[in-house]
């Protein structure tokens, strides 16, 4: 007797890769089918486009009409290979750029095209047609990390664990040792001070200074392994949120640089809040967020006692995988996406208060929480709303 659960043989389009413009308005989503546009909040279809094929990376420019688009899927629409500028408004590809491998990530801006491959990131002069600036090396970078901001870019190093740091201006290249195991995700501050990295081992965040490329702070995510799927740093640079394969969204209050101006030495501080009035930093007694109190005061203890943890958490949806009959998710790779699974648990913040938090596949969702303040004074984070963003 054959006791296999059917294959599901739904028609609906499946959500391949999906990621947030640079102020989080607005989310791209690549499709087996084409592409689509939403608001962020509310969470409303804008541009919808069917090209009866898959799109694997659609990246957009802040809300203009240029989205960068990689073929992906079973039936990719383009070359996986090459990265197509798509005009939306003229409906129609403007740039194309070819290499000799997959392209795992795009990012643009006004005045650049970054490309991530496995091994290389290629920066361009976002003009027509687009002139080649440079080319970096790098460890292997299968997800495609890359940051780009607007002073600054910032991407994995030759040696596993390392950051590259490229100053867009001068050219100046700065290697950050980050981690001793290889880079999970990376995230540039809106204001580009600030840049956080976490490992495949998934347990630290760090935070550096992009200005000397120094280490200002350390957050612990938890001590057992994850994979980091996201980090996200709010519009006011002082918070961070960290999303993982445990379900589970983390708010951490960032460190900040303070230079002495008498002998130029550099500092960490912590922001806190004035007891009489509302802020989205923590208070005195709060800011260290020493999950285990007096133990992390103890001397010669094991550093996971005293180290800063998240202030909030709270859960979010994130596994639409089938499931075997021994009650196991199982995936089968997609050709043409970067780690061959769609991504999730992707963060945006719509501002200091309000975290949206989306992913793809066939389930594909879209999450709001609300950072407020419980009865006791502490920040309490709260899931707000959901929505199946393809209909479904």
Request: glycine share 10%; with cysteine; proline share 6%.
């Amino acid at each position: 007797m054959n006791t296999r659960r059917a294959i599901d043989e739904s028609t609906g389009p499946v959500s391949l890769s999906v990621a947030f413009n640079q102020d989080s308005s607005c989310f791209s989503v690549g499709l087996d089918t084409g592409f689509c546009v939403f608001n962020s909040e509310p969470c409303e279809l804008k541009v919808s486009r069917d090209f009866n094929a898959g799109i694997g990376v659609a990246e957009m420019l802040g809300r203009a009409n240029y989205i960068a688009l990689v073929g992906g899927g079973k039936q990719p629409k383009f070359p996986q290979n090459k990265v197509i500028i798509w005009d939306d408004a003229k409906q129609q590809a403007v740039i194309t750029l070819e290499f000799r491998s997959q392209v795992n990530r795009v990012c643009l801006s006004r005045s650049r095209i970054i490309v991530a491959l496995q091994n290389s990131v290629h920066m361009y002069a976002f003009s027509s047609p687009p002139e080649k600036l440079s080319v970096f090396e790098t460890a292997d970078n299968p997800t495609g990390l890359c940051c780009l901001g607007s002073k600054v870019i910032a991407f994995p190093g030759r040696t596993p664990g390392q950051v590259q740091m490229v100053e867009i201006g001068t050219g100046n290249v700065s290697i950050i040792p980050a981690h001793g195991t290889p880079l999970r995700a990376m995230e540039l501050s809106p204001d580009g001070e600030i840049l956080a990295t976490a490992s495949e081992m998934g347990t630290l965040i760090r935070v550096f200074s992009t200005g000397n490329c120094a280490r200002i702070g350390e957050l612990r995510r938890g001590v057992d392994h994850a994979i980091i799927y996201s980090i996200s740093i709010s519009p006011s640079s002082m918070l961070l949120a960290v999303t993982s394969d445990k379900s589970t969204l983390h708010i951490f209050d960032l460190p900040h640089t303070v230079v002495n101006s008498r002998n130029g030495s550099i500092t960490s501080n912590r922001p806190h809040r004035n007891s009489n009035s509302s802020s989205i930093t923590g208070g005195a007694g709060e800011g260290n967020n020493q999950k285990w109190g007096i133990l992390g005061k103890i001397p010669l203890m094991p550093r996971v006692f005293s180290d800063i943890y998240s202030f909030t958490s709270a859960h979010f949806e994130l596994d639409d995988a089938p499931q075997t009959d021994l009650g196991k998710s199982v995936m089968v790779p997609i050709p043409g996406i970067p780690g061959g699974k769609p991504r999730k648990g992707i963060i945006g913040w719509k501002d200091d208060f309000t975290i949206l938090v989306v992913g793809a596949g066939r389930d594909g969702r879209w999450e709001k929480f609300i950072l407020g303040e419980g009865e006791d004074g502490k920040r309490l984070l709260v899931r707000n709303g959901w929505k199946r963003y393809l209909g479904s």
